[in-house]
């Protein structure tokens, strides 16, 4: 869903992860998770943050659980896939940046799709990349609410309007993010016709599911709880 039962808050958008490949180094890519696992990639996976902290390195090991035979309840089966890969040699602790994907020093990383696109973007070939759709995967969304305590609520209320129109969503898509109301759009045929070929086929990502809030609450818990426990492995937080 997205907007709250009570409506204190609404969605905007939402990414999907998805692996981002430096095919100057990787010349097989990895399709899916298990892949991950396979001897050719020792040394080249890692996450775009600390694993006890970082959102999206959470929520990557959030998604690794779903092929593992975890689910929305159960994110056990990641922490123990990354162990796996720790164990394999394959997984590289360090927080993964742009900069460490273009040298090649983490060249398979899972990133929010609309990061992805925008890193490949800006690489403009060098190092070619590839953006892969594991399945299955994990869809997360940004949600905004207006302060019971605004000063100018009204001013608020137009600026959700405006995030919800057919151009606040474009704003958003135009960065590779998935606007909410995107489905809809494309229904209406209002999409431009060089946006729309821009962005993803929705069949790439079908896979993708998103958790409730109580269901994230409870995967982030675990995760920062069970990491060390599991895996074993400090991620050191990058120097400002």
């Given at each position: 869903?997205?907007k709250?039962?009570?409506?204190?808050?609404?969605?905007?958008?939402?990414?999907?992860?998805?692996f981002?490949?430096?095919?100057?180094?990787?010349?097989?890519?990895?399709?899916?998770?298990?892949?991950?696992?396979?001897?050719?990639?020792?040394?080249?996976?890692?996450l775009?943050?600390?694993?006890?902290?970082?959102?999206?390195?959470?929520?990557?090991?959030f998604?690794?659980?779903?092929?593992?035979?975890?689910?929305?309840?159960?994110a056990?089966?990641?922490?123990?896939?990354?162990?796996?890969?720790?164990?394999?040699?394959?997984?590289?602790?360090?927080?993964?940046?742009?900069?460490?994907?273009?040298?090649?020093?983490?060249?398979?990383?899972?990133f929010?799709?609309?990061?992805?696109?925008?890193y490949?973007d800006?690489?403009?070939?060098?190092?070619?990349?590839?953006?892969?759709?594991?399945?299955?995967?994990?869809?997360?969304?940004?949600?905004?609410?207006?302060s019971?305590?605004?000063?100018?609520?009204?001013?608020?209320?137009?600026?959700?309007?405006?995030?919800?129109?057919?151009?606040?969503?474009?704003?958003?898509?135009?960065?590779?993010?998935?606007?909410?109301?995107?489905?809809?759009?494309?229904?209406?045929?209002?999409?431009?016709?060089?946006?729309?070929?821009?962005?993803?086929?929705?069949?790439?990502?079908?896979?993708?599911?998103?958790?409730?809030?109580?269901?994230?609450?409870?995967?982030?818990?675990?995760?920062?709880?069970?990491?060390?426990?599991?895996?074993?492995?400090?991620?050191?937080?990058?120097?400002?």
């Amino acid at each position: 869903p997205a907007k709250d039962p009570d409506g204190y808050w609404t969605g905007g958008y939402y990414g999907v992860m998805a692996f981002l490949v430096n095919q100057a180094v990787v010349k097989n890519v990895p399709q899916n998770w298990a892949d991950l696992l396979k001897p050719e990639y020792k040394g080249q996976v890692a996450l775009s943050g600390p694993a006890t902290t970082s959102n999206q390195a959470i929520q990557t090991i959030f998604a690794s659980a779903l092929a593992n035979g975890g689910s929305l309840d159960n994110a056990q089966p990641g922490l123990d896939f990354f162990n796996e890969l720790n164990k394999a040699g394959n997984f590289v602790p360090v927080v993964a940046k742009v900069g460490t994907v273009a040298q090649g020093a983490t060249p398979i990383v899972p990133f929010w799709d609309y990061l992805a696109y925008g890193y490949k973007d800006s690489f403009a070939g060098n190092p070619p990349v590839a953006v892969v759709y594991p399945s299955p995967t994990i869809a997360s969304m940004y949600v905004q609410g207006i302060s019971a305590y605004a000063p100018h609520p009204n001013c608020a209320k137009l600026w959700m309007e405006i995030l919800h129109s057919d151009e606040g969503q474009m704003a958003w898509m135009k960065g590779y993010a998935h606007g909410v109301n995107q489905a809809d759009m494309e229904k209406r045929g209002v999409i431009p016709a060089d946006l729309a070929k821009k962005l993803p086929a929705s069949s790439s990502y079908a896979s993708a599911v998103s958790p409730s809030p109580d269901q994230l609450k409870a995967a982030r818990a675990l995760i920062g709880e069970k990491w060390m426990e599991t895996v074993g492995v400090e991620i050191p937080t990058p120097a400002p």
